[in-house]
């Protein structure tokens, strides 16, 4: 059908040069960040409008979190899920035979269920330079397979949603991903709910770790959240999803080989129209890894360990501290030099001595001098003050003496600042702020 159809010719010529410029937009991404050519030869289904990029390394349960995708409630458009089973050149023979048997298994699952609207594909890449085989680099290569999936059919606006080869899902996670951003055209990206499954934890002390390091996710962004923050989002790279073309403007995927979810959102957050997914939910896998430098397996890993640094987080104060830069910065955006440095020298001591730090008088002056309005100016100024941003201002706090604290505690003091109950059992604090995390569903 004729794209153009139904509409006057001059709109239709727009509309099509439009689509031109946004789907040349995917092409030139892959022409410079992609790392091979596209593997899938199969040609996708006209319809293809959601791909989810799933990274697996040394990974068991594959076969479980396939299951889920295939039960998934139909979108409403045709689906892909890609697999990108990788390992590191100096891997070892163990690890190398488990990666074999799981794309064997998932070969076998995909010719057993592909349809032409819910097809799965493997991308092996058993030989990564050691130096930078990671998440980061797996999530990348299936991504960028997905942007020339969309590519081929014109679809710029698909998205692409990422997901863990140890999640789980419900029903609702395919069709709540593809009614957020029918609903909403001009979202670039999303993040989704998430909750560690405690259910079938036996072990008392592994459930009240998990337990205390999703505390310590959640009092971050709720922290933000009450000191005004406007990307107060979590970063948990199995729950968040991206339009291709949003994706391929902002420079893909990185290759970092942990953080990569935090440092990718990062982009995305100040871009208007970032929200949140509802009315489904990810269930990441609560056990213990040290794959990775820091995230759910290595805290859970360090607490059974004894060490419950990887459970604690910011104290309050430190959301204090900030909230005086996130309240109303629109009010920075013609105040003279002078009075910006007498309303700096009238915060607290630490907070004067980190915004001296990160040259913060030098930094209001540029942007002031690069915008025009309000609105603009609060937009560069969040692009600086940016959740990477905040984070090193709250470790300039940690050095000076700020030290962090147990989550459960942090999570009592977030809740009484935002008027709410303050229960002492750290499961009925997780279980109040994963209901103000998730928020009121979407009509």
């Not at 036996?202 to 205390?212: F, K, L, M, P």
């Not at 979810?261 to 009315?279: I, M, N, Q, S």
Request: net charge neutral; proline share 8%; hydrophobic share 40%.
């Amino acid at each position: 059908m004729d794209r153009g159809a139904g509409r006057p010719a001059g709109e239709k010529a727009a509309s099509e040069d439009t689509t031109g410029k946004a789907e040349g937009v995917l092409s030139a991404y892959l022409a410079k960040h992609a790392l091979h050519p596209p593997r899938i030869a199969v040609p996708p289904h006209r319809t293809l409008g959601l791909i989810v990029a799933i990274p697996c390394h040394d990974e068991p349960a594959l076969d479980a979190t396939l299951a889920d995708l295939w039960e998934c409630e139909a979108p409403g458009m045709a689906v892909e899920v890609l697999v990108a089973v990788n390992a590191p050149a100096d891997a070892s023979p163990g690890v190398r035979e488990r990666n074999q048997q799981t794309t064997g298994a998932a070969r076998a699952f995909f010719t057993s269920r592909n349809s032409p609207q819910m097809m799965g594909h493997v991308l092996e890449y058993p030989d990564l330079p050691p130096r930078r085989a990671g998440v980061g680099l797996a999530r990348k290569l299936a991504m960028d397979e997905a942007v020339s999936r969309l590519g081929r059919v014109g679809r710029p606006d698909g998205v692409l949603a990422c997901l863990d080869a140890d999640c789980r899902v419900p029903s609702t996670y395919l069709r709540a991903i593809a009614e957020h951003f029918t609903r909403h055209p001009r979202s670039p990206g999303a993040v989704l709910p998430f909750e560690h499954p405690l259910d079938g934890l036996n072990d008392a002390h592994v459930r009240e770790g998990i337990v205390r390091y999703e505390l310590h996710l959640r009092c971050m962004v709720l922290g933000l959240s009450l000191a005004g923050h406007p990307q107060a989002f979590h970063t948990v790279g199995s729950a968040m999803a991206v339009r291709a073309g949003a994706y391929a403007r902002q420079g893909g995927m990185n290759q970092r080989r942990a953080g990569e979810d935090f440092h990718f959102l990062a982009k995305f957050f100040p871009l208007p129209g970032f929200g949140k997914v509802t009315g489904t939910v990810v269930w990441p896998a609560a056990r213990a890894s040290h794959r990775v430098p820091f995230g759910t397996g290595r805290a859970l890993g360090a607490w059974l360990a004894g060490d419950a640094g990887g459970t604690c987080t910011y104290p309050l104060e430190s959301y204090r501290l900030l909230a005086p830069l996130f309240s109303t910065p629109e009010e920075f955006h013609r105040l003279p030099q002078r009075d910006l440095k007498a309303w700096a020298g009238s915060q607290a001591p630490l907070l004067m001595e980190c915004l001296e730090a990160e040259g913060f008088l030098d930094r209001i002056a540029e942007i002031q001098a690069n915008t025009a309005t309000a609105r603009t100016f609060r937009e560069r100024y969040f692009h600086w003050l940016n959740r990477f941003r905040v984070m090193k201002m709250q470790h300039f706090f940690r050095a000076r003496g700020l030290e962090d604290c147990p989550s459960p505690e942090v999570a009592r003091e977030l809740l009484a600042w935002a008027g709410c109950a303050t229960p002492e059992d750290p499961e009925a604090l997780l279980a109040s702020l994963r209901t103000l995390d998730h928020g009121p569903k979407e009509a």
